[in-house]
């Protein structure tokens, strides 16, 4: 029962790594959305995108 | 129940492969017991800068101009378009040292020295503490003006400048940190996928097929940690370059 407890425990704790995900689909989301308006800024947009996911990713 | 934590008892600990060995010592008993040790970590650090030096030596056009190219604008955009020219050797080095030591630990049976944190705590504390030198050498008392967020009201000023000065102080550990962490939990999850992996593929012949399946996710992450290598590299050095920035211009 304890051993049971422990493999279901362990897989609950992944379960934080949703947010990371989210976080990662908000910012790649926002870089299409920004693209999308203004084109011309992609290569800047696209920098801060990275950026952006590596915070992301850091939590996760 | 009984077969199942058998099972669990075969799988070698995830962090296993981070362990630092000994690999050569000597003790000598010149200079109160002195004792020089190699450890894997130490080698591998060896192995990477060597790397790093005849990647340099055999520069090819190509590796300047996409590496070198890179690197450049991130220190001209963050820093400035004149000044900060005098740091792109230091900025550039830092890239491909953490490059080549991320890639280095992406090799199978290969180790990850990034992923440790008295190596990246080290480099992440020695750029914010030389930052921190920098602007107190460029501004003197001025460079404190760092923690006053400009036009606050003065009933406020106590407690901004006490919540600046622990975000100034927490990206020594931030910086380190996120380089680590992200390559530990890369290194532990290729770990435990591709033991899963290697267990159901050696249980019996149908389920060696079945098994392609977390194989090719496997495969996936590998190209996922891949990018993570570049991408937390280059974070680290545009970070790098934002808080040398911050220290000459105070904001």
């Known amino acids: 029962m304890i051993q049971a407890s422990k493999i279901i425990g362990t897989g609950l704790a992944t379960t934080g790594l949703i947010g990371a995900g989210v976080g990662i689909g908000v910012v790649f989301g926002a870089l299409i959305l920004g693209v999308a308006r203004n084109p011309s800024l992609r290569g800047q947009l696209f920098s801060y995108a990275i950026l952006g996911f590596a915070f992301a990713e850091a939590t996760g | ?251």
């Open chain 2, 1 to 251: 129940m009984v077969s199942l934590s058998n099972s669990l008892s075969f799988i070698s600990s995830p962090l296993d492969q981070f362990e630092i060995r000994t690999l050569l010592s000597l003790d000598a008993p010149i200079l109160a017991n002195m004792e020089i040790t190699v450890t894997n970590i130490g080698f591998y650090l060896i192995v990477g800068v060597s790397i790093a030096f005849i990647l340099n030596g055999l520069a090819t056009n190509y590796y300047q101009i996409t590496i070198y190219a890179t690197i450049h604008s991130i220190v001209v955009n963050q820093i400035n378009r004149t000044k900060g020219q005098i740091y792109f050797p230091f900025i550039f080095s830092l890239f491909i040292f953490i490059l080549v030591n991320n890639l280095i630990g992406m090799i199978p049976y290969g180790f990850a020295s990034t992923s440790h944190f008295v190596l990246t705590f080290s480099i992440s504390f020695t750029i914010v503490l030389g930052a921190t030198i920098l602007g107190l050498q460029k501004h003197g008392l001025e460079f404190f003006s760092l923690f006053v967020p400009a036009g606050c009201p003065l009933a406020l000023l106590p407690l901004l400048v006490l919540v600046e000065f622990l975000s100034y102080v927490s990206r020594n550990v931030s910086l380190g940190l996120r380089l680590a962490a992200n390559i530990v939990a890369g290194h532990l999850l290729l770990h435990i996928l591709s033991s899963l992996t290697y267990n159901i593929m050696t249980s019996g012949f149908i389920f060696f097929f079945m098994a392609l399946l977390p194989l090719s996710f496997v495969i996936a992450f590998s190209g996922l940690e891949l990018a993570i290598a570049f991408i937390q590299s280059q974070v680290f050095v545009v970070l790098t370059c934002s808080y040398i920035k911050d220290a000459l211009e105070l904001h």
